[in-house]
């Protein structure tokens, strides 16, 4: 009995562990991936400037990148970077269940087929984006240039498109949504995409020449993109159909059977209330 008890022990503990894991709410995992992404470029800048690893004399913007170089920054940036990645893709995969339960169902069998394929192609692009994210926390510009600006470029435009595409879905079934959201990520969208574009212009002219001005767009791209992240934790806590979207950031009380949690990735959506107290009856039943 003994040699049986331990095992199921282990078993009940994992299990307790992976129900509580599952049932943590979407957005606080989306706002996490923004919150600790700001943290660790936060952390990166400061710590470089004060050590003096910026390059002030060519101006006094850096580079996102340029933070990332030397030691001690480079290793907060190499840990915290490869955290934001995974957190993005987690997001990733938290939208994509969000759109296909509540933003594909709303016209005929047609358009649901459309509307999924089309969550299935920009959460692909939107997952690429997050592994890119993972290259760049593994090689700095020092010691691979191509490598970390391609990277990089896959990152950012990838990005771009996924928030681009999941706006135009949410725009095209505002049920699930209002109106202040959707203004709010409308900004967020043309602030990082003619953000990007004038940065890659002028990376294709001269980077030496407009280094500050191409600075300058790489923090307005990363700041909309964040942005934008920060916003999507209206709709997977259900907080932004029909209600403020202020009232969202400030953990305004779900719409029941429209939050998502962690385990929405594989469960579907999140129970309301009432049907977590089924759950809950119906497990207690069963052992």
Same mark, same amino acid.
């Given at each position: 009995?003994?040699?049986?008890?331990a095992?199921?022990?282990?078993?009940?503990?994992?299990?307790?562990?992976?129900?509580?894991?599952?049932?943590?709410?979407?957005?606080?995992?989306?706002?996490?991936?923004?919150?600790?992404? =700001?943290?660790?470029?936060?952390?990166t800048?400061?710590?470089?400037?004060?050590?003096?690893?910026?390059?002030?004399?060519?101006?006094?913007?850096?580079?996102?990148?340029?933070?990332?170089?030397? =030691?001690?920054?480079?290793?907060?940036?190499?840990?915290?970077?490869?955290?934001?990645?995974?957190?993005?893709?987690?997001t990733?995969?938290?939208?994509?269940?969000?759109?296909?339960?509540?933003?594909?169902?709303?016209?005929?069998?047609?358009d649901a087929?459309?509307?999924?394929?089309?969550?299935?192609?920009?959460?692909?692009v939107?997952?690429a984006?997050?592994?890119?994210?993972?290259?760049?926390a593994?090689?700095?510009?020092?010691?691979n240039?191509?490598?970390?600006?391609a990277?990089?470029?896959?990152?950012?435009?990838g990005?771009?498109?996924?928030?681009?595409?999941?706006?135009?879905?949410?725009?095209?079934?505002?049920?699930?949504?209002?109106?202040?959201?959707?203004?709010?990520?409308?900004?967020?969208?043309?602030?990082?995409?003619?953000?990007?574009?004038?940065?890659?212009?002028?990376?294709?002219?001269s980077?030496?020449?407009?280094y500050?001005?191409i600075?300058?767009?790489?923090?307005?791209?990363?700041v909309?993109?964040?942005g934008?992240?920060?916003?999507?934790?209206?709709?997977?806590?259900?907080?932004?159909?029909?209600?403020?979207f202020?009232?969202?950031?400030?953990?305004?009380?779900?719409?029941?059977?429209?939050?998502?949690?962690l385990?929405?990735?594989?469960?579907?959506?999140?129970?309301d209330?009432?049907?977590?107290?089924?759950?809950?009856?119906?497990?207690?039943?069963?052992?």
């Amino acid at each position: 009995r003994r040699e049986h008890s331990a095992p199921r022990g282990w078993e009940a503990a994992a299990r307790g562990m992976s129900q509580v894991v599952s049932q943590v709410r979407a957005g606080t995992v989306v706002r996490a991936t923004a919150l600790v992404a =700001a943290c660790v470029v936060a952390t990166t800048t400061l710590v470089s400037a004060f050590l003096g690893d910026l390059p002030v004399d060519v101006s006094p913007v850096p580079m996102i990148s340029d933070t990332f170089v030397r =030691a001690p920054a480079s290793y907060v940036a190499r840990a915290g970077v490869a955290a934001v990645a995974c957190l993005l893709l987690v997001t990733t995969l938290l939208v994509r269940s969000f759109l296909k339960a509540f933003a594909c169902e709303d016209g005929s069998r047609k358009d649901a087929a459309f509307w999924r394929r089309v969550t299935e192609c920009h959460s692909c692009v939107g997952a690429a984006a997050a592994l890119a994210l993972l290259v760049v926390a593994a090689v700095n510009d020092r010691e691979n240039l191509p490598a970390h600006f391609a990277a990089a470029s896959v990152f950012f435009i990838g990005t771009w498109l996924w928030h681009l595409c999941v706006f135009v879905q949410l725009c095209a079934h505002r049920s699930v949504t209002d109106a202040k959201s959707l203004q709010w990520k409308c900004v967020c969208v043309v602030i990082s995409g003619v953000s990007l574009a004038a940065f890659f212009a002028m990376c294709g002219v001269s980077l030496a020449r407009f280094y500050e001005p191409i600075a300058l767009c790489e923090w307005l791209a990363a700041v909309s993109i964040g942005g934008f992240t920060w916003s999507l934790g209206a709709e997977l806590d259900g907080n932004a159909a029909g209600s403020a979207f202020a009232e969202s950031i400030l953990a305004a009380p779900p719409i029941p059977g429209r939050g998502m949690s962690l385990g929405s990735v594989w469960r579907g959506r999140a129970p309301d209330e009432g049907e977590l107290l089924d759950v809950l009856v119906a497990s207690a039943s069963d052992e």
